[in-house]
């Protein structure tokens, strides 16, 4: 086992109370898949803030932007050098801030004041895709939206028929394709979008039914996809030219990741470097791979980020807290204690339209 010490913690002058969401590396990008060490970090809150600080848990000077939606959900960095960051919320607004300046660049809002629960950017297309609440309980229509920042005003893209419920996840196949978009939603539902093509059923090249609402879901490799479900279930599905004879969307494989790693929750997939870690939560007697022993006590760990030796995690106790191991060497099972809770992550191995429903996901 690796055991990993709790080297810093702040609650970042938050408002008793208060969530944090998420959280995101502003370090310049090295490579595709490599960020700068020590860079500072954003995160997103409860009391509708973002707020930025360095490596040690620090907030920087002016670092913290109050009030800025109605109800935030999303954040995203924009730009590679990480210096142009996307928010969005239930306010139906996506708002960039440059953090040198401290200010608004940047504002799209909605057509029909849609509430956003998704988000992601793509720079190098001088894109902004988001996708929609459903408020109600579904069907419905959940449009995704695409703003070019260079026009802005109105969308330049609006998929509106492709999803029936919340959309929770909005990834760009930025390394190898970056006009290729993947959104997963609560309705079951995993889509690929050409966004070349500006006619819906053309962008469509891909419908993958989970049948099972969705949690996450992001780029394994440039042809494979993982998702992660609600009821923790983890999946990973192969990229199929439309075009092939066979369409059929058999898991290559699928597992109930509670009942293989022993934990109660699943917080994401997390990205370090070319690696992918499963991050997972519990509350009760465990076993892991990686041991943040205490954690964030009973509370939901929220996000979860892996920058250089480095791991940050957020949660529902209102805390940021940093990480570093204590050993070095390959991590092994162990038993864990039977104390507090516990956050665990395990390395992963890179490994029709009708929508199977499950209890609808809420976020936040």
Known sequence: MTDFNQIASSNLSLPADSYIYSLITLSK?????????????????????????????NLLPDGIYENIHNSITCVSRFDDDGNIIATAGRDACVKLW???????????????????????????????VAGTELKDDGPGESPIFLWDTRKGGSPQLQ??????????????????????????????LINLFDLSQDNEDDALFQVINNKSAIHHT?????????????????????????????????PEESLDLRERLGCEYVIKVVDA?????????????????????????????????????????CGEDG????????????????????????????KHRKKDKEAGKEARFAPY
């Open 29 to 57: 990008r090295l490579e595709s898949s490599v960020l700068a060490p020590g860079s500072p970090i954003a995160v997103i809150s409860s009391d509708d803030s973002l707020r930025i600080f360095d490596a040690d848990l």
């Open 159 to 188: 998929y509106v028929e492709s999803h029936t419920d919340t959309i929770t996840e909005l990834r760009f196949n930025s390394s190898t394709n970056p006009t290729h978009l993947l959104s997963g939603s609560t309705d079951g």
């Open 218 to 250: 992001g780029f394994l490799t440039s042809t494979s996809v993982y998702t992660l479900s609600t009821d923790e279930k983890w999946t990973q599905y192969e990229i199929r030219n439309p075009d092939e004879e066979d369409s059929s969307h058999n």
């Open 98 to 128: 440059d953090r040198r300046t401290k200010s608004k660049v940047a504002e799209f809002v909605t057509p029909k004041k849609e509430a956003l629960s998704a988000l992601n950017c793509c720079a190098s297309n001088n894109a902004i």
């Open 273 to 313: 470097g070319d690696a992918k870690w499963v991050a997972i939560g519990q509350h009760r007697q465990s076993y892991s791979r990686l041991n943040f022993a205490g954690a964030h006590g009973n509370e939901i760990v929220r996000d979860v980020l892996v920058d250089a030796s480095t791991i940050y995690s």
């Open 319 to 346: 805390h940021i807290r940093a990480w570093k191991a204590s050993s070095t060497g390959e991590a092994m099972e162990t038993e864990g204690t039977e104390k507090a809770s516990k956050d665990k992550k395990k």
